[in-house]
C-alpha cells in the first residue's frame, strides 16, 4: 500500500511539473527519470515505520508552494477584480501560508458581498491548500458559487481540475478543463492558458497509456471530447 501511494505521489508531482506549472516538454524525460531515481532512493533507504515530524503551522511561498493569487489573478479580468480590502488582506495571509486567516477575511468578503466573483475563487483556493491539495467540501462549494455566478467563466473549472490533479484523479480533472474550455467565451481571462494546459494534460495521459500499453498493464482511457 505504501508503494502504490509514492508511486502515485510521484505521478502528481510529474502532472503539477509539467501541467500546472507548464514545464517545457523537452524537460519531461529529464523530471521523469529524477522522479524515478527518487523512487529508487526511496526503496533502498524509506523507512515507512518512522514516526513524521510535526508539522509547522505556517508555511511560506518560498517552501516550494505556486502562488495560488497570481495564478487566480491569471483568469482575472480587469472588469472583474474585486475592489475588497479583505481580499487583499487575504492574499498577504496567504502568501505567508497563513490559510486559515485568509479563509476568515474571505468568508467576510463573500458573505457581505455574495456576488464577489474573485473571491470565491480565492476562498475555494485557499481552504484546498489549507488540506495540502485536498478538495474538501467547503471548497467545492466556494468553487460552486464562482461557477454560479459565471457559468462560462474559466476560473471555477481550471481550479477545481487543478484540485483533482493534486489528488491523482487526472480523467476527473481532465473533463471538467474541457467542459471550462468549451463554456468559455474566446476573450475569457485564462482561456489561453487553459488550452495550454489541457493540451499538455492530454499529452501525459497519452505517453502514460502509450508506457502502460508497452508494459503490457491495463490501459489508460483516452481523452474524450
Given amino acids: 500500500m505504501t508503494w502504490i501511494s509514492v508511486i502515485l505521489l510521484a505521478l502528481v508531482a510529474f502532472a503539477i511539473a509539467?501541467?500546472?506549472f507548464r514545464l517545457d516538454r523537452?524537460?519531461?524525460t529529464s523530471l521523469a527519470a529524477a522522479l524515478v531515481f527518487g523512487?529508487?532512493?526511496?526503496?533502498?533507504?524509506a523507512n515507512p515505520d518512522l514516526a513524521s515530524a510535526p508539522k509547522s503551522?505556517?508555511?511560506?511561498a518560498n517552501e516550494g508552494d505556486f502562488d495560488?493569487?497570481?495564478q487566480r489573478r491569471e483568469f482575472i479580468a480587469e472588469r472583474e477584480r474585486s475592489r475588497a480590502n479583505g481580499l487583499i488582506t487575504a492574499d498577504a495571509m496567504a502568501r505567508r501560508g497563513r490559510y486559515v486567516e485568509a479563509?476568515?477575511?474571505?468568508?467576510?468578503?463573500?458573505?457581505?458581498?455574495?456576488?464577489?466573483?474573485?473571491?470565491w475563487l480565492a476562498l475555494g483556493n485557499v481552504l484546498v491548500e489549507h488540506s495540502d491539495g485536498v478538495l474538501t467540501a467547503p471548497a467545492l462549494y466556494a468553487y460552486r458559487q464562482a461557477a454560479t455566478l459565471a457559468p462560462a467563466h474559466p476560473g471555477a473549472g481550471y481550479f477545481l481540475g487543478?484540485?483533482?490533479?493534486?489528488?491523482?484523479?487526472?480523467?476527473?480533472?481532465?473533463?471538467?478543463?474541457?467542459?471550462?474550455l468549451a463554456n468559455a467565451p474566446e476573450d475569457a481571462a485564462g482561456r489561453e492558458g487553459l488550452e495550454e494546459r489541457l493540451n499538455r494534460?492530454?499529452?501525459m495521459l497519452g505517453a502514460m497509456g502509450e508506457l502502460q500499453a508497452t508494459q503490457g498493464g491495463p490501459p489508460v482511457a483516452a481523452p474524450t471530447e
Fill in 162 to 180: 487543478v484540485a483533482l490533479i493534486r489528488q491523482g484523479r487526472f480523467m476527473e480533472a481532465r473533463g471538467i478543463w474541457a467542459e471550462a
Fill in 201 to 203: 494534460l492530454d499529452g
Fill in 103 to 119: 479563509s476568515e477575511f474571505l468568508s467576510g468578503v463573500t458573505n457581505e458581498n455574495p456576488r464577489d466573483l474573485e473571491s
Fill in 39 to 45: 523512487l529508487a532512493g526511496y526503496a533502498w533507504q
Fill in 18 to 20: 509539467a501541467v500546472v
Fill in 68 to 70: 495560488i493569487v497570481e
Fill in 57 to 60: 503551522a505556517e508555511r511560506t
Fill in 26 to 28: 523537452s524537460l519531461w
